[in-house]
């Protein structure tokens, strides 16, 4: 094989090498084992709520190998899979292998490695698509603004769609909230459970905020 082909393939290693040590320096730690788990949950949970064509236009800005994570058992066929604030913290809890109160802060700690990568803008760009609650919630608390140049001010119909939005997100902090206080015989104890649900009920809000 000529070097030239080997040394491709060692930048593309050195490069998703980079990402990964990025992610696992915004946590704290050295563990790459964790850093790839969340990096591959964000973006396996994101790629699925987009489009098709949504989702090939935000993975043409990945670097190849972090590429292969990304569209690793997707099934453009299927997209978007359009589930809200909840569904996207349970999915992204399984995948990742973290708690499901962790979700929120663990989202936006990789958005803004991510955001740190891509070009200014192109990460909210492919976010912009999104609900208000679940952009929030997967950007964090400090996602800029998106300009859009095509209506000065909100229509009727953006506004009841943001409505919808809030009380979609609202309707699925409740039933966060009121599952960890249900008696579950045999798991953590209770007062455990309800903390946990309450922290992630009140993230959710905090996401859904305009």
Sequence with gaps: ????????????MHTAHAWLADVAAAFGTEDRRYAYR??????HTLRDRLTADSAA???????ELIRGVYYDGWDPSRVPVKYGPEEYVQRFANEARIPLADVPSTAAHVS?????????????????????PLRGLIAGPDTPAVADSRASAPTTEDRIGRIEDQVSSLAEAVRTLA??????????????RAAKAARLAHEMLLAAKT
Aim: proline content about 10%.
């Design 57 to 63: 236009q935000f993975g043409a800005q990945l670097p």
């Design 38 to 43: 969340v990096l591959r949950a964000w973006l």
């Design 112 to 132: 803004a490695v991510m955001r740190r990568h891509f070009s200014p803008g192109q990460l909210e760009e492919a976010l912009a698509v999104l609900p208000d």
């Design 1 to 12: 094989m000529p070097r030239s082909r080997f040394d491709a393939f060692d930048h593309m």
């Design 179 to 192: 599952r960890g206080l249900e008696e579950v015989p045999g798991s953590e104890p209770a007062e455990h």
